[in-house]
């Protein structure tokens, strides 16, 4: 009977912790600086920055040659005499990015943030670039171009875009073997379910009704017990 009472007192002390160990939260780096396109202005708060610049060009076909758009220049290889490209683009592509780092003072890797992160497309007003360039472009859905007709472009016209790298709300990091690496979903999970119980009054969970069923059983059998040697006593 001592060893039920005992194991009953080791139920009701036991911490929940103990019982269901949590993952480590998950870590979200912030940008250490704002990016920006030093050519046009364009500004992101995200961890990089990417120029994507194109250019009508003249491109061999089968049937002759024709205008299409091309992030390189085209050789003039196999063109028609009077279809020639520039040997360059007047603005080539690009990427910037910021440091990131970590609680440890080390920056995240930029493909683990890659990795984890999504790039999402700007929109910028003409009317905020320098005004040489705002002369020149003008919107065009995701881009700006210096078409004069979007729909109907002509060789030499151009067309830049960009995008900044962010982390959707569900992605972190957490401590690995060798360094910071990408949370699984699951610990992305328990991270957001940990945030929210911190804000809620909290209520018994899985754990927590475990211990109390083992304590209502080994309870009974005590009682059990003491009723049983009550009646076999002479």
């Known amino acids: 009977m001592r060893a039920a009472f005992a194991l009953l007192l080791l139920a009701l002390a036991l911490p929940a912790s103990a019982q269901d ?21 364009i500004a992101s ?3 990089a920055l990417r120029r994507e610049v194109q250019m009508v060009q003249w491109v061999p076909g089968v049937q002759g040659d024709r205008l299409a758009w091309r992030d390189l220049p085209v050789p003039a290889d196999g063109l028609d005499a009077g279809h ?13 990015r ?5 609680p440890d003072g080390r920056d995240l890797a930029p493909a683990l943030l890659e990795g984890a992160g999504e790039w999402r497309l ?7 670039l320098p005004p040489n360039l705002a002369a ?14 979007p729909q ?19 992605a972190g990091f957490v401590p690995g073997p060798a360094g910071w690496v990408a949370a699984s979903p699951g610990a992305a999970a328990r991270a957001e379910t940990a945030a929210a119980s911190a804000e809620a009054p909290p209520a018994p969970d899985g754990p927590v009704r475990w211990r109390y069923g083992v304590a209502a059983v080994l309870l009974l059998a005590l009682v059990a017990g003491l009723a049983w ?5 002479p």
């Open 21 to 41: 160990p949590a993952g480590d939260p998950t870590v979200r780096p912030r940008p250490l600086e704002r990016l920006e396109d030093p050519e046009f202005g």
């Open 45 to 47: 708060g995200g961890y």
């Open 84 to 96: 020639r490209n520039p040997a360059e683009l007047p603005f080539a592509a690009a990427v910037w």
């Open 98 to 102: 910021t440091p990131a780092p970590m």
């Open 122 to 128: 700007l929109h910028p007003d003409p009317g905020q």
């Open 136 to 149: 020149t472009f003008q919107a065009s859905g995701d881009v700006l171009t210096t078409a004069a007709d």
């Open 152 to 170: 109907r472009p002509q060789a030499g016209d151009l067309r830049v875009r960009w995008a900044e790298l962010v982390l959707p709300p569900e």
């Open 229 to 233: 040697r009550r009646r076999a006593r």
